[in-house]
């Protein structure tokens, strides 16, 4: 473990021309992700609206601000304000109600649908069968443009065992790219975390979120 300088700098020399990096900052100070930004990353994920919205009224928007926590609809409004992306939307409801507030702020958002591709229903995400007809409802709203796909995986400790979820959401992604549902030239495949990256990128992620392995363990688990 280095310093977190160098922890993302030889990490985005380990992804260059793989896939894009999302520093997950749930618990990180505004000093922390200030070191990041020194040492090249431009895209941060939140979880929590209350705990984001501090960090991004100091740091600003010459960063990317991803919102990748699961979405409470009364929070909706101020998520719209302040994210840049919202990864996390998992209904047409909400899709709606962010097309809603987004059309008040004179924004049209950039979502990505996050797949629940491990099919628990105690978890958060569109069920993998559900994929294309949340897709096809976001293309009929007007301030908000689908722009990728999500998914973390069951929480299993062997990265291995989570290649099938992943392998599932890129068969998704590339469905709904070969059906003109994004909206977007590159769209985005977000998947992978600390312990698997590695096994997100070879299953066609370009887009890892990764907290832990630069910032080391957090305080408490909070996934
Ligand atoms: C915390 C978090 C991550 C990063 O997890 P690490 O294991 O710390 O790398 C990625 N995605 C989401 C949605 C998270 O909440």
Same mark, same amino acid.
């Given at each position: 473990m280095g310093t977190i300088y160098t922890n993302v700098k030889s990490l985005l020399q380990e992804l260059e021309g793989k896939a894009k990096l999302l520093l997950a @900052?749930?618990?990180? @100070?505004v000093q922390e992700i200030q070191q990041a930004i020194e040492a090249g990353a431009r895209i941060f994920g939140e979880n929590y609206l209350q705990e984001a919205e501090e960090k991004i009224k100091q740091i600003g928007h010459s960063v990317e601000w991803h919102f990748i926590g699961s979405i409470q609809k009364r929070k909706i409004k101020k998520i719209v304000e302040l /994210? *840049? &992306?919202? !990864? #996390? &939307? *998992? #209904?047409i409801e909400v899709a709606k109600i962010i097309d809603k507030f987004s059309k008040e702020y004179g924004k049209i958002m950039p979502v990505l649908i996050e797949v629940n591709s491990g099919k628990e229903p105690q978890k958060s995400g569109v069920m993998p069968d559900d994929v294309l007809n949340v897709s096809k409802a976001i293309k009929e709203l007007k301030n908000i443009r689908l722009v990728g796909l999500m998914t973390m995986g =069951? %929480?299993? =400790? %062997? =990265? !291995? *065992?989570l290649r099938p979820y992943f392998r599932l959401t890129y068969e998704l992604f590339e469905e709904l790219k070969s059906l003109g549902? /994004?909206? &977007? *030239?590159e769209p985005i495949l977000s998947m992978g975390m600390s312990s698997s990256y590695k096994v997100a990128i070879e299953e066609g992620a370009n887009l890892v979120r990764i907290g832990t392995l630069v910032f080391g363990e957090r305080k408490k688990k909070v996934i």
């Amino acid at each position: 473990m280095g310093t977190i300088y160098t922890n993302v700098k030889s990490l985005l020399q380990e992804l260059e021309g793989k896939a894009k990096l999302l520093l997950a @900052t749930k618990e990180r @100070t505004v000093q922390e992700i200030q070191q990041a930004i020194e040492a090249g990353a431009r895209i941060f994920g939140e979880n929590y609206l209350q705990e984001a919205e501090e960090k991004i009224k100091q740091i600003g928007h010459s960063v990317e601000w991803h919102f990748i926590g699961s979405i409470q609809k009364r929070k909706i409004k101020k998520i719209v304000e302040l /994210f *840049d &992306v919202i !990864e #996390s &939307v *998992d #209904s047409i409801e909400v899709a709606k109600i962010i097309d809603k507030f987004s059309k008040e702020y004179g924004k049209i958002m950039p979502v990505l649908i996050e797949v629940n591709s491990g099919k628990e229903p105690q978890k958060s995400g569109v069920m993998p069968d559900d994929v294309l007809n949340v897709s096809k409802a976001i293309k009929e709203l007007k301030n908000i443009r689908l722009v990728g796909l999500m998914t973390m995986g =069951p %929480n299993l =400790p %062997n =990265p !291995e *065992d989570l290649r099938p979820y992943f392998r599932l959401t890129y068969e998704l992604f590339e469905e709904l790219k070969s059906l003109g549902l /994004f909206d &977007v *030239d590159e769209p985005i495949l977000s998947m992978g975390m600390s312990s698997s990256y590695k096994v997100a990128i070879e299953e066609g992620a370009n887009l890892v979120r990764i907290g832990t392995l630069v910032f080391g363990e957090r305080k408490k688990k909070v996934i």
